[in-house]
């Protein structure tokens, strides 16, 4: 029983991570920008879902679609008007531009916010469902059925609805999807958007677990970047797949071996899938 | 002629012009030498104000500016000069020097032990004195430093106070667990405190044994898996060494997984006594015991601080952060009145002849030894009740009884 319990836990946390990768995933299978604001971005999402609780007392559970759609805005907005000006310029350009871009939100975050962790308190933070000796933590299960939720809608979105069909268009033939007289630009800033948005979604939902501030990006852009890379960089499914491994891989190491290795075989996962499969597990051979 | 002559300079005249003249060039320097004595001592302050420990330095720097007013009333004149080591030694050397550039009498500081190394050394090349408020390596007092003073206790030190207040915490209660699982975390500060307790436990004869020891990563997301593995443990008490981030994940971990030790006891660490970890767990936070250098709220002088800070700060924590900061720049203003002037071996002198009855924290005068460092300092049972944390050990500064074992998870109200 107590292994089930950990395997429980690992899978719901994953869960979340997935989510939160999703948004990195996205962009990069579209714009092929590497995000390296991505941590600061779910930050900030956290941070709007806790001023969301604190001024409105807004679970931030129903939070989550107000701080998705601010994001969404931003992301658009960033991309418009600053990115797309990237996109055709050298990576190491992109790169500085991202990192540019992630140290300014920390520092309008520490001059908003301050250093302090902040948290939601919530009725049922303590709660946990008991299914016969399995204990099983409610805010997580919440908390993953949102990420699961969130995962379906994007699904459905480039599956079925016609602008996420001319998104996947740009990504697959960009010079195609030009010549077809798409609006290539303002497809873009929808994909930025939609993964800022995913990322926002992440950030309400983890205010469920974790404390936030400003200084927890850097450490959730490391693991998004291990996520997508273990899945497959550009998959939605490889994102999924990612999340889902890294937590439970966190959980078994952290109870078989020692917790404080935790990283370590997260890191590892990383290696041995760079070095067997390099495209990750469900992304397209290089 | 004659005229003339009386217009010539006797060599009386002479000497009493010069004399008259000299005490006109001297009394500048004279009326100088007086000012000097009454003139504020200009203490430099390092803190980490930003950077990853900018919540505790900001409450450091709390303490040390609520001194200033508080120290006036008692007829001491300071003048601070605050600069922000931004958690980091390099940082903190650099200011350092900056601040005794710029006319430091005394730098106070730096809270994280390497920062403080740096600033101590810096002070020792310099020739003016350190005073340290927080810090607790060990080996900053044990190089022959003559600058250097601390009034905090080294990490020996706060290891065996803990300890030992542990040990007569289970005697007053009366009920004694067998077994316990050590939870830490596992940065340097961890580490030293693990070591610290594993060779220290035999010889105090600690009353129970350490079945499990789960070290787990300082910036860590999520304590669940850490959390069943005490669980599985099945020990009586649950001992840990933590930071606040992870105390508050650690509990309600505890909480969501039912698992109920006797109690929660911490031998000497931050946490479980922040007004944080008291507000996001509420009736959660109650009865953790952390064993610490504290506050006595029975001194005079405590009350006094208490009520200024209160009244500077409604909404801000009154702990040892804070009590330490203080006492840091009250050693500097006692040095400074009783050395009447503010030279660096004049203070020094006087920091050595330090005897400063009353304090804030718990423990004897403030005094240091030959190598600078306070041997007086005790380590208070701080158990969180109602929300606070309160004293409850020992029994001349405690403010409620100590409880042990702990009620129940959802036995609170």
């Not at chain 1, 016969?132 to 979105?157: I, N, P, Q, S, Y």
């Not at chain 2, 605050?82 to 809270?111: C, M, W, Y």
């Amino acid at each position: 029983m107590l292994l089930a319990n950990i395997l429980v836990a690992g899978l719901l946390t994953g869960a979340v991570y997935a989510l939160m990768a999703l948004g990195l995933s996205v962009i990069f299978g579209v714009i092929r920008i590497v995000n390296f604001a991505h941590g600061e971005m779910m930050v900030l999402g956290m941070f709007g879902a806790w001023a969301l609780n604190r001024f409105l007392h807004l679970d931030p559970l129903w939070a989550m679609p107000l701080v998705a759609a601010a994001l969404f805005l931003a992301g658009y907005a960033l991309q418009r008007g600053l990115i797309n000006r990237f996109v055709a310029r050298p990576e190491h350009m992109q790169f500085l531009l991202m990192l540019a871009i992630a140290i300014m939100l920390t520092s309008a975050m520490l001059m908003g916010f301050g250093p302090d962790a902040r948290n939601v308190q919530l009725d049922y933070a303590f709660d946990s469902y008991d299914l016969g000796g399995l204990l099983v933590d409610k805010v997580r299960v919440l908390a993953a059925g949102g990420a699961v939720a969130g995962a379906a809608l994007l699904w459905a979105f480039f599956r079925f609805a016609r602008t996420g069909k001319a998104i996947r268009a740009c990504a697959d033939n960009y010079l195609g999807a030009q010549v077809v007289g798409l609006d290539v630009k303002r497809l873009y800033a929808i994909t930025f958007g939609i993964g800022a948005a995913c990322v926002g979604a992440a950030g309400s939902l983890m205010l469920l677990l974790v404390d936030v501030h400003p200084y927890l990006a850097t450490d959730y852009t490391l693991l998004a970047f291990i996520i997508v890379i273990v899945g497959g960089l550009g998959s939605l499914g490889g994102a999924l797949l990612g999340g889902l491994l890294i937590g439970l891989s966190e959980a078994l190491s952290g109870f078989f071996i020692d917790p404080s290795m935790k990283s370590m075989f997260s890191y590892g996962l990383l290696i041995l899938v760079l070095l067997v499969r390099p495209q990750g597990l469900l992304g397209r051979r290089l | 002629m004659g005229k003339e002559t009386s217009r010539r300079l006797s060599r009386r005249a002479f000497g009493r012009g010069a004399a008259a003249a000299g005490a006109l060039v001297a009394a500048p320097a004279l009326l100088r030498w007086r000012a000097g004595a009454a003139e504020p001592v200009k203490i430099g302050v390092l803190l980490p104000r930003s950077g990853f420990l900018a919540l505790i330095g900001q409450a450091c720097q709390r303490g040390c500016d609520i001194a200033v007013p508080v120290l006036k009333d008692m007829g001491y004149a300071v003048e601070l000069m605050n600069a922000d080591t931004e958690s980091s030694p390099d940082v903190a050397r650099t200011q350092a020097e900056k601040l005794i550039r710029e006319g430091a009498h005394v730098i106070v500081g730096a809270f994280e032990s390497g920062a403080t190394a740096a600033i101590a050394q810096v002070a020792e090349q310099k020739g003016t004195p350190c005073v340290i408020n927080i810090g607790s390596e060990p080996k900053i007092t044990e190089q022959g430093y003559k600058f250097v003073f601390r009034n905090f206790p080294t990490s020996p030190m706060l290891v065996t106070n803990g300890l030992n207040r542990m040990k007569s915490f289970f005697e007053t209660t009366g009920t004694t667990p067998k077994t316990a699982v050590l939870m830490h975390v596992n940065d340097t500060f961890g580490q030293s405190m693990l070591a610290g307790i594993n060779a220290l436990a035999p010889k105090i004869g600690l009353p129970f044994k350490i079945v499990e020891t789960i070290a787990y990563d300082p910036k860590t997301r999520d304590l669940s898996i850490e959390v069943a593995k005490a669980k599985a443990a099945g020990a009586e008490l649950h001992m840990v060494v933590t930071r606040l981030n992870d105390a508050i994940l650690m509990i309600r971990e505890m909480v969501k997984q039912k698992y109920e030790p006797m109690g929660v006891i911490s031998p000497g660490s931050p946490g479980m006594y922040e007004g944080q970890f008291l507000k996001t767990l509420g009736k959660y936070a109650d009865y953790c015991v952390s064993n610490v250098p504290w506050i006595n709220p029975k001194q005079e002088m405590s009350q006094t601080l208490e009520k200024a800070f209160h009244k500077a700060y409604p909404d801000q924590d009154f702990d040892l952060n804070i009590g330490f900061s203080f006492e840091g720049i009250q050693i500097c203003a006692d040095a400074a009145k009783r050395a009447g002037s503010n030279a660096p071996q004049a203070l020094v002198e006087a920091l050595k002849a330090t005897h400063i009855e009353k304090r804030v924290m718990i423990g004897g005068p403030i005094r240091f030894a030959a190598n600078g460092q306070n041997p007086d300092q005790v380590s208070a049972a701080v158990q969180n009740r109602g929300g606070k944390p309160l004293v409850v050990l020992p029994p001349d500064s405690a403010a409620e009884k100590p409880v042990f074992p702990v009620p129940g998870w959802q036995q609170r109200t």
